[in-house]
């Protein structure tokens, strides 16, 4: 089988979006940590005294799903680079479109022409 650029370009898109959504839950957990930690020390009235310290746990837990899926898209761009597992390759393809939507649909699109050169 002939090796073309495709799965080596999609592989190199996924890692990259995947390095962006790293770099982006990084980002989200220190927000969060700090939106929690100053929120939680500032008194405030009634009801804002409830909702506003539940926004750091929430940053936290949208930080854990952008940083996931970004370790997900880094191991399919890698398997993509290799040639292995399409299957890996494209989740983490689609991955990639979640965390960076334009690198994303490139790559779910070349690890697609790609199919074939995979084992």
Known sequence: ??????????????????????????????????????LGVIPLPDLTSIILPALGSIIGVLAAIVLALGIVAIIGGIYALKRM?????LAGAICALLVSSILGILAIIFVAMGRGEFE
Not at 15 to 25: D, L, N
Not at 85 to 89: F, P
Request: glycine letters at 18%; aromatic letters at 6%.
């Open 1 to 38: 089988m002939e090796k073309t650029w495709k799965p080596t370009t999609a592989g190199i898109l996924s890692i990259v979006a995947g390095a962006f959504g790293v770099i982006g839950g990084i980002r989200l957990a220190m927000i969060g940590t700090i939106a929690g930690r100053l």
């Open 85 to 89: 597992k399409w299957g890996l390759a």
